[in-house]
């Protein structure tokens, strides 16, 4: 059975297209995070979609790839490293999960993933205004 792409992924696939670069990493998390709840419904309620279940799992992996990808090492310094290392251990839980098909594995990283989409969101916002107030026209950065 094909997994039909929710209405929340097609907004979010047609948002992308618009986004600032501080905006596609919210964005990213909303992948991220809609990707690893339709695992963890389908890990806990439908475990005889072995295929459902990889596919979520892997747009949650490739989400957790595209935040490694946006850090700026130079610019970011330790905390992009430290970020990288939490990506990265997101990443390996997720293939973990996809291997051993425990739901257990999702739920312990989901918490993390909605947190952080939120600490970003607010950093994105603080961000526009500061550039706002300095009276600036918006300059979109590499955050991370």
Same mark, same amino acid.
């Given at each position: %059975?094909?997994?039909?792409?929710?209405?929340?992924?097609?907004?979010?696939?047609?948002?992308?297209?618009?986004?600032?670069?501080?905006?596609?990493?919210?964005?990213?998390?909303?992948?991220?995070?809609?990707?690893?709840?339709?695992?963890?419904?389908? =890990?806990?309620?439908?475990?005889?979609?072995?295929? +459902?279940?990889?596919?979520?799992?892997?747009?949650?992996?490739?989400?957790?790839?595209? =935040? %490694?990808?946006?850090?700026?090492?130079?610019?970011?310094?330790?905390?992009?490293?430290?970020? @990288?290392?939490?990506?990265? @251990? $997101?990443?390996?839980?997720?293939? %973990?999960?996809? %291997?051993?098909?425990?739901?257990?594995?999702?739920?312990?990283? =989901?918490?993390? @993933?909605?947190?952080?989409?939120?600490? $970003?969101?607010?950093?994105?916002?603080?961000?526009?205004?500061?550039?706002?107030?300095? +009276?600036?026209?918006?300059?979109?950065?590499?955050? +991370?």
């Amino acid at each position: %059975m094909a997994l039909q792409p929710s209405a929340n992924q097609r907004y979010l696939e047609t948002s992308i297209a618009t986004a600032s670069k501080e905006d596609l990493i919210v964005k990213i998390y909303d992948a991220l995070i809609i990707a690893a709840k339709q695992a963890q419904e389908k =890990l806990v309620h439908e475990r005889g979609d072995i295929e +459902g279940i990889h596919k979520a799992l892997l747009r949650a992996q490739r989400a957790c790839c595209l =935040l %490694m990808g946006s850090l700026d090492m130079e610019i970011g310094g330790d905390l992009a490293r430290n970020l @990288f290392r939490v990506y990265e @251990f $997101w990443h390996h839980e997720l293939v %973990m999960a996809n %291997m051993q098909k425990d739901p257990s594995r999702v739920e312990r990283v =989901l918490k993390y @993933f909605e947190e952080y989409r939120v600490t $970003w969101q607010k950093a994105v916002t603080q961000f526009k205004a500061e550039r706002l107030e300095a +009276g600036g026209a918006p300059h979109y950065a590499n955050v +991370g």
